[in-house]
């Protein structure tokens, strides 16, 4: 890496550090105005006020932030001009400098564009995007029974819901900042078309234009075209299905952020791993490192990493003899391993991916190559492994998998003195559903589910097909309690879905059972005792969560 | 005859600030760094490290920059090294003001991380021609 790129990244760090107390400087300077007295002059506070904003003045440009440079020094300034009088300050001054330190706080959240500054130079891809809370939806429909039931149905999949029932009440409350995904019927009493003709009146002027999915009895062409002009995203026939419009406000809100991508760095250069280590985390990339390479095989079963970053020349064991025992484990057979060296001879390159290595990068690699090389290869990576642990239907994890993550979950709770609840759920009279309304509509019924245990359990939490109609789920860090709440909440709002099939609507429900680690103390017999478990819920009627006990088999 | 420019005093109270600015002065500039967190502590460092050149912030609690000056030129062999003021200046004259007092030259706050070392260096090389 060249000198120009590893300062500018250093720095690039550092304006972040800094971006990241700048909240915490401006509390403390609106805390000593607040504390600075309304009858008289406190010379003490004016002074640690004054000191606070100039802090600011010398450094928001620094660090990326001129705007913030340039509003501290006009406040200091004024507080300058009042410091030379030092007497009680009036209402109009006291209103002045509420005025420029609310400028000054508004300038901290104003970084400089990159590329104007040369804090922002390097090229690293950004940390990954929080995703921005849309999941409102406004529903434009003049059939209130329909209005409600959408809303009712959407709020099971924890989206929020706003009804309007007329054109001109939306017209009215929409305003240029409002977001969401808006959900327009388009026939209105006043106008057959006015769900498409009100909208174009709408989007004009907004920077992010609205996103529309249209709901129709229409199936002409020339509706569908007037509809994908006035900015519709989706076109939907009425009666709606549901399955297919939560697949679409999925897709538009795109909820789900992949979990940041794991690196395991093996390398006994202290500073040198670290120094990757924060190149790699910069771009988002969730990292471990092992500075002793015969230390590597609690993190690789504990972090479970997504690819591995070894040196070649390590003291104790080389980073190819590493390499062939971590092959010979069968969890990372499929491992991506990047060997990091200073290696340029050609035939030990070759030796090295012979014993498995999938890539070579010489250590004088510049960070953005570095992140990228990385990126690549784990992208591709997981996306063979998710061929192979993917269940097709519904992305869950599939039946070997599951059970795969369960022994490895049990191992790293028992040493973490962790508990982990494990639950079985089968959708009940499966057989019915298909029987009654097709494959195609028990698919939807299993998806519908598959759906809600993601959106509703903890990101950590791990989610399986077990079979058929038959889930697994893994609940990290709960015990028999708070599973049994969590999964009955959800065994409930699963209860209350309606599915359509042809004009038909009808719901379905599930049963589970539950086994604690603590009472079972292994993969099988936490399985067997949830299987048990699920086999009394089923036999208590069904519909219902029952929590293995302990005593079982006894 | 320049006298090559390697030992640098940064006197500065606020961390952020040392962090990069060790970074501008270490990495690009090449010199050897100490730093001071506050008029004091390079007092009693200064001696020791022998610094040929004293960057210093003007506005720091307890001891300001000018103060801080004034005490260094006490102690007999800082009586004439140079000293550099840095500092978010916010009065017209502020700048002449420090100069007389002794400074060799005022660097505005804030510095550009990327630039300080050269603005240092030029002004070192342009006291001594």
Known sequence: MSEVNELQLMLKLLSQAYAGQLPEKIK??????RQFPIIGWDQDEFLNLHRLVHGLTGSGKTFGFSALSDSARELENYLYFLGQAKTELNAVQRDKVSLLLAGVSLAANQPDKPGSAQVNLIPVKAVRAKARNTRRIFVVEHDRELAWELKTQLKYFEYDVKLFYTLEDFRRAIRQDSRGVVLMDINF????????????????????????????????????????RAGGVAYLMKPVNLGVLVDKLDELTSASV?????????????????????????????VKVVNDPLDVMRPLQDFSPDLILVDIYMPGCSGLELAKVIRQIDAFVSIPIVFLSSETNLDKQLAALVLGADDFLTKSIEAHQLVSSINSRIKRSLLLRSFMVRDGLTGLLNHIAIKDQLVGQIAQAKRHARSITFAMLDIDHFKKV?????????????????????????????????????????????????????????????SQLRHLAKDQEFSASFSCGLAEMKNFDNASRLTDAADMALYKAKHAGRNQVVLADASYPA | ?????????????????????????????????????????????????????????????????????????????????????????????????????GALDVIPKPFDPMTLSGQVQTIWERRHV
Not at chain 1, 438 to 464: A, M, T
Not at chain 2, 83 to 89: D, G, P, R, S, Y
Request: glycine letters at 6%.
């Open chain 1, 28 to 33: 403390q300077i609106e805390q000593s105005w």
């Open chain 1, 189 to 228: 009493p006043e106008d057959p078309l006015g769900g498409v003709h009100v909208m174009p009146e709408l989007q004009r002027n907004r920077q992010t234009p609205l996103q529309v999915i249209f709901l129709s009895s229409h199936s002409e062409l020339e509706v569908r075209l007037e509809a994908v």
């Open chain 2, 1 to 101: 005859m320049t006298e090559k420019l390697v030992r640098v005093l940064y006197v500065e109270d606020e961390p952020d600030i040392q962090v990069v600015a060790r970074l501008a002065l270490e990495m690009v500039g090449g010199y050897t760094l100490e730093i001071c967190s506050s008029g004091k502590d390079a007092l009693i460092r200064a001696p020791e490290f022998k610094p040929q050149l004293i960057l210093m912030d003007v506005m720091m609690p307890g001891m300001d920059g000018p103060t801080t000056l004034a005490h260094l030129r006490e102690i007999p062999e800082f009586a004439t090294t140079p000293v550099i003021f840095m500092t978010a200046k916010v009065q017209p004259g502020e700048v002449a003001g420090y100069k007389a007092l």
């Open chain 1, 258 to 286: 992949a979990p940041a991508p794991r690196v395991l760095i093996v390398d006994d250069d202290v500073n040198l791993s670290n120094y990757h280590a924060r190149v790699l985390e910069h771009a988002g990339m969730s």
């Open chain 1, 434 to 494: 298909n029987d009654s309304y097709g494959h195609p509509v028990g698919d939807r019924v299993i998806k519908s589910l598959s759906r809600l245990l993601k959106q509703r359990l903890r990101e950590n939490d791990l989610v399986g097909r077990y079979g058929g109609e038959e889930f697994a789920v893994v609940l990290i860090d709960a015990d028999g309690a708070a599973a049994m709440k969590v999964m009955d909440a959800i065994r409930h709002d699963f």
